[in-house]
């Protein structure tokens, strides 16, 4: 088993609201040292097929990758999939099936915005959607930074497209227990994303962590460009808690607009035990 100095199982590309493609990425993501490389494109395997051939080119292992949107406690929690088999059609169709609505929702993000004085935001937001499919908030925020109402991403997702501010517009995504069967019934493995974003109550989150355990899941980030350097620790000791392995990722998005860098990340803490001992024989090693 070789050992990963720099794995990077997190980040998006124009499959769904990167800018860089899964080929620029694969580049970057060598450039900056990536050993092991996973695609984690939100509700969306479009990308894998093309990732996986890229990070071969670049001598780059490699896993398949998902971030599932799931609603659990009136919160929207993420659920990456890792090393599952990306031509199961449980997987596909259960995708499809999240996807679903995105667009209803967009219209109605916009006719919020509208109403505060903010036009055209629905075809503003398309025009930096690169799958029709996956309109998303980051659409908007990025239209947004365009026409000056805001000076970047994150004075938009302080000042609108948040619950209680205008464009946000609640959306119910898959169960928990779905997202992770998808996952962990064509082999992979299923991972919390960044479960400090989350605004759950101490009781909330230990019923995630519970249920996501029933249900199957088997990991937990705890180093990604979400955390702080505090919040490695407090992962790191849910993992144990929970018996969790830890993953680590950039949840990289843009050059203009990602704090963290592919790779660019601390090693896991010593006391867990990375995601990718468990998917030994998932890797899909270089020149395989
Ligand atoms: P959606 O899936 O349409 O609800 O959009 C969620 C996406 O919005 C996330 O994947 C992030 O890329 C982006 N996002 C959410 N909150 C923030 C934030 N505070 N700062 C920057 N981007 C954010
Ligand atoms: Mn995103
Ligand atoms: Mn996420
Ligand atoms: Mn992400």
Redesign the pocket.
């Known amino acids: 088993m070789p050992t990963y100095l720099n794995a990077d199982l997190h980040c998006?590309s124009v499959v769904s609201?990167g800018t860089l493609t899964p080929e620029a990425l694969a580049v970057r993501a060598r450039g900056k040292g990536v050993d092991l490389w996973a695609l984690t494109d939100?509700d969306e395997i479009g990308g894998l097929h093309r990732a996986r051939a890229a990070a071969q080119a670049q001598g780059m292992a490699f896993l398949t990758g998902v971030e599932i949107?799931v609603t659990f406690a009136s919160e929207?929690v993420h659920i990456v999939g890792l090393g599952f088999d990306a031509d199961d059609p449980r997987m596909a169709d259960g995708l499809n099936a999240t996807r679903g609505g995105?667009g209803n929702r967009a219209m109605e993000m916009a006719e919020q915005l509208a109403q505060v004085g903010i036009a055209n935001a629905y075809e503003g937001a398309l025009k930096y959607v690169g799958n029709p499919a996956l309109i998303?908030?980051?659409h908007f925020?990025r239209f947004l930074v365009e026409t000056g109402v805001c000076k970047d991403?994150?004075e938009v997702?302080r000042k609108y497209l948040?619950e209680g501010k205008p464009g946000f517009v609640p959306?119910r995504w898959a169960t928990l227990g779905d997202a992770v069967r998808w996952i962990t019934q064509g082999g992979g493995v299923a991972v919390i994303a960044h479960p400090a974003r989350y605004r759950l109550s101490a009781n909330e989150e230990f019923a995630l962590f519970s249920e996501f355990k029933e249900h199957g899941g088997q990991a937990v980030e705890v180093v990604t460009g979400s955390h702080s350097v505090p919040e490695y620790a407090t992962y790191a000791a849910m993992a144990q808690d929970f018996g969790l392995a830890a993953s680590r990722g950039s949840d990289f998005?843009s050059p203009d607009?990602s704090h963290t860098d592919l790779g660019d990340l601390p090693a896991l803490p010593s006391s867990v035990t990375p995601v990718w001992e468990l998917l030994a024989d998932r890797i899909i090693l270089p020149n395989a």
């Open positions: 998006h609201d939100h949107s929207t995105r998303s908030r980051t925020a991403t994150s997702f948040i959306h998005h607009e």
